[in-house]
């Protein structure tokens, strides 16, 4: 399977952008979508994950309440909502797959559970 993220962009503080991650293939229900991230000279971190069968999220800390994860009816497309941008949040963003049925309560930012991922789109917030 395919991941393929787009609408990444340059955007001032304080603006939005939707990123999207689109799939197909997919003949089951039940897997999470998580959103990474990584800055020039960071290690890559998880920020927002979904799972596809019941809709429970995750979102870490620093983008909680500023990002939305959510996905379309035909759940071949999963979206971040990005508002309320902060120079922080430059970095390439990256969607992934958790094939795995269940949601991860516990560690659902867990990178080795992530199996598929897309090549990454640019996202710079200037400040």
């Known amino acids: 399977v395919q991941l393929v993220e787009s609408g990444g962009g340059l955007v001032q503080a304080g603006g939005s952008l939707r990123l999207s991650c689109t799939f197909s293939?997919?003949?089951?229900?039940?897997?999470?979508i998580g959103w990474f991230r990584q800055a020039p000279g960071k290690e890559r971190e998880g920020i927002s994950c979904i799972s596809t069968i019941d809709g429970m999220r995750a979102y870490e800390d620093s983008v909680r309440g500023r990002f939305t994860i959510f996905n379309n009816d035909a759940k071949d497309t999963v979206y971040l909502q990005m508002d309320d941008l902060k120079p922080e949040d430059t970095a390439v963003y990256y969607c992934?797959?958790?094939?795995?049925?269940?949601?991860?309560?516990?560690?659902?930012?867990?990178?080795?559970?992530?199996?598929?991922w897309g090549q990454g789109t640019q996202v710079t917030v200037s400040s």
């Open positions: 992934a797959a958790d094939w795995a049925p269940g949601f991860n309560l516990w560690a659902p930012f867990e990178s080795s559970s992530y199996t598929d």
């Open positions: 293939g997919v003949t089951f229900d039940d897997y999470t």
